[in-house]
């Protein structure tokens, strides 16, 4: 039970990074366009994005109920030591949400908007990057662990962990993973001229994520960070990202032809791959400290609470998947039906 | 201010905040399925211009609850992260299937905002009852979890450790049925009344009154209805807590010393110095017979409790007394409600509808101080008898810094909200009819 637990767990990390990913994109997209497209912009997220950006946001609820029910100890330290970055994560989440509904269900279409929008497009960019920033602290091999906090400073303990430049570059790398997703969604929901402009953005958005990779990785194995070494040096991770790096000539191709539904596949195949990719370079070590590697297996909770989980876990999943893909589906078959 | 103290605030504060909103997006629906249906069944198109109205509240409503739901799921690890690490595994079967009802709930929302003539309408509305039926499933859940850490169940704690662990029976703890129930009609109460409020307010400005009459006649039906039930819940509340938390109920009374055929005291002044109320009505024997069925039972008074196992008296006593003034006097407005659907003519007086517009808020005081009961009154204990607050804190210093960002946030959140439905209501008088 406890591989059906870790799957889940997988793959509710996998959907709210592809899903709200998305929909932090859409934000980011908003804030790095100019002024006419925007408003497009603004108006193309919303009809895409509308009737399934609240439930894009659960999955970080689910994921945390997993953490915390059947990994008490490994969601603990993420807790104690973590908790600036993970509050500004809520801040931002909480702000986004705010803004999205504010923005489209004012009563009123005026000059308040400008303020939901700026609201919307900077807990967008922002809320990614704390949460990569989270993750960084997981894996910079920053975090001290200790029963005595007299020993440390508040800086060693509570903000050095995450606010370093390798915990930051990883921020970055997944916001801009967040604006590639949003930018191939939005190509295949555009016409003629936006169209153009929608291609152009995720080319540049690739060229981002592909640098930016390139930096964090560069600057792991100068600095001689234990994440980004082992990352370098693992057979089945560089396969991976090489796999996912090769995936960018079909993208490509399906997106001169647009081809919808192949395009985002792709898109979300790619970002998948790159996830695993850093999931399987240390599995199950999860959380690198100082001086130590916490892993996720040794931090589950017993027998009997791990299988209770599973099966909830397994009958929630054949309530709700099929009902969301339903929703899914029934809102894509809408849109060719308005047009 | 020390830590603990900053982070019981930020909870407290946190808590206040989401459970209006959560109420308000749990009953909501009720009232626009209900109005949803009368357009169905009337083709009256003032229903229909309801129903939307509505359901633009229930999205702003369930948003905000859903943001500040996902904050008090981080913050009960952020803040308690030693009550988590032992109670999570434990309760966390009421909160899984929270997730789930609450993904339910979402999708069906999706379906219910978007759908509008693009699903077949029988199936559309359905989706809106759905909506209602999952966002009571989901208070029903939290308020179990709740109930775990008034009556813990579920595992044996052996030398500090919670061991043989077993989630079901953590679910359906001794408390979980008094309080969820009481939530329930508290929510329905709260949102019924403040809901009818907002509406009479808007008769009695005498705008639009044909729609704002019927919106108000469907939301106070509702809380008209659970504030006559509420005292039988109530009732069973106290009888469980006198059995389970016998210190709560020496708090909420304000009773210092054991006795036998004890009194009911309402109001009253507590002075904590001298362990004694001053200026109370005092109805003799009444509390032994309300606790336990019988007038000469005995009920435990505080000085039999350890000094440093006893709740904040003042506070739990006078947040007890506010909530069941409250919800006396909402009872009785509920039965001049029904008297009123008899007697038209006071329907056409503007002191009626005025009386429901001071009601408004007063639902949601009185659901506020419920909970300060049951929270204050459980302290020391984060989990009742096995773990005391003070050491489920989290070790990071500086929480006070944190505490006032939660309160500037969601201070500008409730502004926000208020400015929001002002238009709302505003942009729903000046429209036309559809």
């Known amino acids: 039970m406890l591989y059906v637990v870790l799957f889940f767990l997988m793959v509710s990390l996998l959907l709210y990074v592809i899903l709200a990913g998305a929909d932090f994109g859409a934000g980011i997209v908003e804030l790095f366009?100019?002024?006419k497209s925007q408003q497009i912009t603004k108006k193309t997220v919303y009809r895409v994005m509308g009737p399934v950006w609240e439930a894009n946001h659960i999955w970080i609820i689910i994921l945390v109920v997993i953490l915390w029910v059947g990994f008490p100890e490994f969601y603990n330290v993420l807790t104690v030591y973590l908790h600036i970055?993970?509050?500004?994560?809520?801040?931002?989440?909480?702000?986004?949400?705010?803004?999205?509904?504010?923005?489209?269900?004012?009563?009123?279409?005026?000059?308040s908007q400008i303020l939901y929008d700026w609201m919307f497009r900077i807990s967008s960019f922002l809320t990614p990057i704390f949460l990569g920033m989270t993750a960084g602290g997981m894996l910079s091999g920053e975090l001290i662990i200790t029963q005595d906090y007299e020993l440390f400073t508040f800086y060693e303990l509570f903000i050095n962990p995450w606010f370093n430049a390798f915990s930051i570059l990883i921020g970055l790398f997944f916001a801009a993973l967040c604006t590639f997703l949003t930018s191939i969604l939005l190509i295949g929901e555009a016409e003629r001229d936006d169209r153009r402009i929608y291609v152009k953005k995720a080319r540049n958005a690739t060229i981002v994520v592909i640098l930016l990779g390139f930096i964090v990785l560069s600057y792991?194995?100068?600095?001689?960070?234990?994440?980004a070494t082992g990352f370098l040096k693992n057979p089945y991770t560089i396969s991976l990202v090489l796999l996912s790096a090769f995936l960018i000539f079909p993208l490509l191709k399906s997106i001169k032809q647009a081809r919808k539904i192949m395009s985002r596949s792709l898109a979300g195949l790619q970002v998948i791959l790159i996830l695993i990719a850093a999931m399987v370079t240390h599995f199950p070590y999860f959380i690198i400290t100082s001086n130590d590697k916490i892993s996720i297996l040794e931090t589950a909770s017993t027998n009997e609470v791990t299988n209770v989980l599973g099966i909830s876990l397994i009958i929630g999943g054949l309530i709700i998947l099929p009902g969301l893909f339903h929703l899914f589906k029934s809102f894509k078959m809408i849109k060719i039906l308005e047009k | 201010m020390d830590n603990l103290d900053a982070s019981r605030l930020q909870m407290a504060f946190t808590l206040i905040f989401h459970i209006v909103f959560a109420c308000i997006g749990m009953v909501m629906p009720f009232f626009m399925v209900v109005a949803h249906k009368k357009w169905l069944n009337t083709k009256n198109?003032?229903?229909?211009?309801?129903?939307?109205?509505?359901?633009?509240?229930?999205?702003?409503?369930?948003v905000i609850g859903a943001v500040s739901g996902t904050a008090l799921s981080f913050e009960l690890g952020l803040l308690w992260p030693e009550f988590m690490k032992h109670a999570g595994p434990i309760i966390g079967m009421p909160f899984s299937l929270e997730g789930a009802a609450f993904f339910v709930e979402a999708i069906a929302l999706g379906f219910y905002l978007y759908g509008w003539g693009k699903i077949s309408e029988k199936f559309h509305w359905f989706t809106g009852v759905i909506v209602g039926i999952a966002g009571v499933a989901s208070g029903i859940l939290v308020v179990s979890a709740n109930?775990?850490?008034?009556?813990?169940?579920?595992?044996?704690?052996?030398?500090?450790?919670?061991?043989?662990?077993?989630?079901?029976?953590?679910?359906?703890?001794?408390?979980?049925?008094?309080?969820?129930?009481?939530?329930?009609?508290?929510?329905?109460?709260?949102?019924?009344?403040?809901?009818?409020?907002?509406?009479?307010?808007?008769?009695?400005?005498?705008?639009?009154?044909d729609l704002h009459k019927?919106?108000?006649k469907i939301a106070i039906t509702f809380g008209a209805i659970a504030a006559i039930l509420q005292p039988i819940s109530g009732d069973l509340s106290a009888k469980d807590i006198a059995k389970r938390q016998p210190v709560k109920l020496a708090a909420m009374e304000a009773h210092y010393e054991t006795k036998k055929g004890a009194p009911l005291y309402i109001g009253g002044i507590v002075d904590v110095e001298k362990k004694e109320v001053s200026y109370k009505i005092e109805i003799p024997k009444a509390l032994s017979f309300l606790a336990f069925g019988d007038f000469n039972a005995e009920v435990k008074g505080l000085n039999d409790f350890p000094e440093d196992e006893r709740p904040n008296v003042a506070i739990v006593h006078y947040a007890f007394q506010t909530m069941v003034g409250i919800g006396t006097l909402l009872l009785v407005v509920g039965l001049l409600f029904f008297i009123s659907l008899k007697k038209k003519t006071w329907w056409l007086n503007n002191k009626f509808w005025l009386l429901f517009v001071l009601?408004?808020?007063m639902g949601f005081i009185a659901l506020e101080?419920?909970?300060?009961?049951?929270?204050?009154?459980?302290?020391?204990?984060?989990?009742?008898?096995?773990?005391k607050t003070k050491d489920a804190v989290t070790p990071m210093p500086g929480m006070i810094y944190s505490f006032y960002m939660y309160i500037t946030l969601y201070s500008i959140l409730t502004v926000a909200v208020i400015w929001l439905m002002r238009r709302q209501i505003k942009s729903l008088n000046n429209s036309k009819l559809v």
Do not use: C
Not at chain 1, 94 to 108: E, Q
Not at chain 2, 45 to 55: A, E, F, G, H, I
Not at chain 2, 369 to 387: D, K, L, S
């Open chain 1, 33 to 35: 366009s100019t002024k």
């Open chain 1, 85 to 111: 970055p993970l509050t500004l994560v809520l801040l931002g989440i909480t702000m986004r949400g705010v803004a999205f509904v504010f923005r489209h269900y004012d009563a009123y279409k005026d000059k």
């Open chain 1, 220 to 227: 792991g194995f100068i600095y001689d960070i234990i994440f």
């Open chain 2, 45 to 62: 198109p003032v229903y229909l211009k309801l129903t939307k109205s509505w359901q633009k509240g229930v999205a702003i409503f369930f």
């Open chain 2, 147 to 209: 109930g775990w850490m008034n009556a813990p169940s579920g595992f044996d704690y052996i030398n500090g450790e919670f061991l043989n662990i077993d989630p079901v029976k953590a679910l359906l703890n001794p408390a979980w049925f008094t309080q969820a129930l009481h939530m329930v009609l508290a929510a329905f109460t709260a949102t019924g009344f403040a809901v009818a409020g907002v509406h009479a307010y808007q008769v009695y400005k005498k705008r639009q009154t």
């Open chain 2, 214 to 216: 019927k919106a108000f």
């Open chain 2, 359 to 361: 009601l408004a808020p």
């Open chain 2, 369 to 387: 101080a419920g909970w300060i009961v049951t929270e204050v009154g459980r302290q020391p204990w984060i989990i009742h008898n096995i773990m």
